[in-house]
């Protein structure tokens, strides 16, 4: 599915007066906006879920334009509900043109030396205290170990949860990023 | 966050999951929480913890997420053998036990080093074999040159047979470097009781290592490690 923005100055710039009276605060409110539209879109299933996400926050930026009645506090609800209209839009899209369907169910044997190398190397590549906190963390998934690490590090769970995620991101494109080094390329799955 | 997992999982009524999914929009730090319970998802999957159905709603969501499944599944097959320790001050040297040492490793030349054949192709890991001897007077230094492109220094230490515990850990330290193996195995190697440990080789900084060996909590002996830069 192609998206080309039919978002005017005038209605993006509606929208980013409802995310922030800074347009440089706004604009950061917008990526974070967009980025949170396409995650929602990923959890309903959505095959392309950043061009949902455009989509969804086109529309709302051209509904105000058009003078819905949206505020700050109303605009979360508002951009779900858009994004709802435009995931079943899509599925119906998608019906007509169906993509090539993956099976799914035998996730990809990763016992392979390669991935643990890159992973060990891009683990060796953090500085030694987020190394040890995140192979404490993300060994077995214990919460009274969690909720130590956190003790230690004096700081809440929810903190120590988001700053294990961000690290466990860039842990991730470390990985992807070695293994394309390698060689290794991402092979279709079988219908 | 049994909340959150039941919403990523399909398990949630329709107003819990509007209720999340408003939250989430508009809160940022609720947006990367579920991000986290999504990570501990992966995390499960990956160990094989989900029941039939949880694994079925997981695929059913998370399933073209090739990337993030690869990670999680090298993560939950990633041996636990390498873990940093957390800085530590330099005590000074511990009394050491001397140290009978083989190499199979590329070793720089010294004058009073006997040569060590040097392999000629790049190796993405090498082997460094020591073993601990009795006594401290016979010790020498070994000296180890780490070549760029390798990745792991495959580090084994050969044992006394005697010396055989349930597990082993292995330190190795040097002014600035604190590195510890958690708990190993020892295997029998060709007669030889080994425990290996593979050292990422990017801490390996040219410096002088004492490497420790211990065995269920006792000390087994200490071996010497100089790094040299590579010319």
């Known amino acids: ?191 | 966050m049994n909340d959150v997992r039941s919403y990523l999982l399909g398990g949630s009524d329709e107003a819990t999951s509007e209720s999340i999914e408003t939250r989430a929009l508009q809160d940022d730090e609720f947006f990367e929480t579920i991000r986290s319970v999504e990570d501990d998802l992966f995390d499960q999957f990956a160990r094989g913890e989900l029941s039939d159905d949880e694994r079925a709603a997981f695929l059913r969501r998370f399933g073209q997420q090739s990337e993030r499944i690869r990670f999680a599944n090298a993560l939950a097959r990633r041996r636990p053998n390498v873990i940093a320790f957390p800085a530590r001050r330099w005590l000074g040297w511990a009394a050491a036990a001397a140290i009978a040492i083989g190499i199979t490793a590329l070793v720089v030349r010294q004058p009073a080093a006997p040569p060590v054949a040097v392999h000629s192709q790049v190796l993405r890991s090498m082997d460094v074999t020591l073993a601990i001897g009795a006594t401290r007077s016979s010790s020498q230094s070994t000296q180890v040159v780490v070549p760029n492109g390798i990745s792991t220094v495959n580090l084994r230490v050969r044992l006394n047979p005697a010396d055989r515990y349930e597990k082993y850990v292995m330190t190795l330290r040097s002014k600035g470097v604190s590195w510890g193996s958690g708990e190993v195995h020892a295997s029998n190697d060709a007669g030889d009781l080994i425990v290996a440990a593979k050292v990422p080789a990017n801490i390996l900084v040219p410096d002088t290592y004492e490497l420790s060996v211990s065995g269920d909590g006792e000390e087994l002996g200490f071996a010497t490690l100089e790094v040299r830069g590579q010319k």
């Open chain 1, 1 to 191: 599915m192609t998206h080309a923005s039919r978002l005017t100055a005038g209605s993006l710039g509606r929208l980013l007066d409802l995310l922030d009276a800074d347009r440089d605060r706004a604009a950061i409110a917008y990526e974070q906006l967009r980025e949170r539209a396409a995650g929602l879109l990923q959890w309903w299933g959505a095959t392309h879920p950043d061009e949902l996400a455009d989509e969804t926050l086109d529309r709302v930026g051209r509904k105000l334009d058009e003078g819905a009645p949206v505020t700050q506090s109303s605009l979360a609800a508002y951009v779900r509900g858009v994004a709802r209209l435009v995931f079943y839009e899509s599925r119906r899209a998608d019906r007509n043109d169906p993509l090539p369907r993956h099976d799914l169910a035998a996730p990809q044997p990763e016992g392979q030396p390669d991935v643990l190398e890159c992973l060990d190397e891009c683990l060796a590549s953090l500085d030694s205290s987020d190394r040890d906190v995140v192979l404490r963390y993300y060994e077995g998934n214990k919460v009274a170990v969690r909720q130590r690490i956190a003790s230690d590090l004096n700081i809440s769970m929810t903190a120590l949860r988001i700053r294990m995620h961000r690290l466990r991101i860039r842990l991730e494109s470390c990985v992807e990023a070695g293994l394309k080094r390698l060689g290794h390329f991402e092979h279709p799955l079988q219908a």
